[in-house]
């Protein structure tokens, strides 16, 4: 869900309280709002603009055996700058290569990744849709490979192992005193405290391209093409501690169907295809604290994810699963004139099509 979606911790701190120390003493000036309910205030004819630090990456584990592959990019720091109008929230991801957990190149290669995302928030419908991609990662367990590797060894590294990813999710509120704006994109504030049963369905295509130079005949390299269908039903949870700050708690798990198309390549131009179908069993748990003011905001969440599949007629299992920070801050500015007149005509529309 939105409101989770790690480099050097302590410095981002320090940078969000420097962000917060000038910001808080402008909280006072008077935005207009919207009452939607006793619960809910909604900020009009302004633009939400956040910046975000995250340790958000794709990570792989696969298990054969006794046998177990940690593959990770070198991107333990992702930086996030959205911006946020009404129902619409656009966003843009990258690994600055000059943070602290993200610039040691000489020991686990070097990574670049990037992505965006497209979300719209109406009523009761939430809908996300992203793109991320990634290319360079190490085996995080290279001593279990090399018994001679020593911590400041050079781990082994897939400097030509691809990820892209096309993500979308679709989702319900049935509890109208609820906000999922004031978690996601802070274009509202939760006044009393609500949850809700929140169903979704998840739908995403990647691929996995090991695209290293074959030389030699013994030489092989593997692409999959996967798509994941997943339909999970969560319950979300949000604390309101007084007008300005609140604790949010929510937990989803999901099952669902993969299907993949696996492409392994040989050195002398050949390539062997197989397609399976697995189920698949994924769940988020997810935290967070955060103060929302009129013109101010800021927060911390954290989600535990754990995602495992056993392909079929082996007995490989692949798994995901980590602990996801995010640390975020962010400030609202008067929208011009000519964007409210857009955005409000395209959200008439839209409605109209939801609720003819």
Known sequence: MPFMHSGNRLLTAG???LICRPVFSQD???????NKSAHIQTIKDFITLKVAQTTDQENFSVHTGN????????ASSITTISA????ISLSFRFAPPFLPGNRDNSEKGKTRSGGMALNFYLDHWLQELSYHRTKGYYLENTSDFNPGWQEGDAYIQFPDLHYRSFQGMTAYKFNRNFSLNALATQSERQLKSAGSFIPQFLYRYYTIDDRTRLTNPNQSSQRSNNLELLVGAGYYYNLVLNSNFYVALGITPGVGMLFMNLTTRNGSGEKIRTRQQDPIFRIDSRAGIGYNGERFFGGLYATAFAASYKQENAQVVNGNARIVFKLFAGYRIPAPDVIKARITELKNKLTKKIIP
């Open 84 to 87: 946020n109008y009404s129902f």
């Open 67 to 74: 046998t177990k592959y940690r593959i990770n990019p070198n």
């Open 28 to 34: 006072s000036i008077q935005v207009k709002i919207d």
């Open 15 to 17: 940078l969000f309280l």
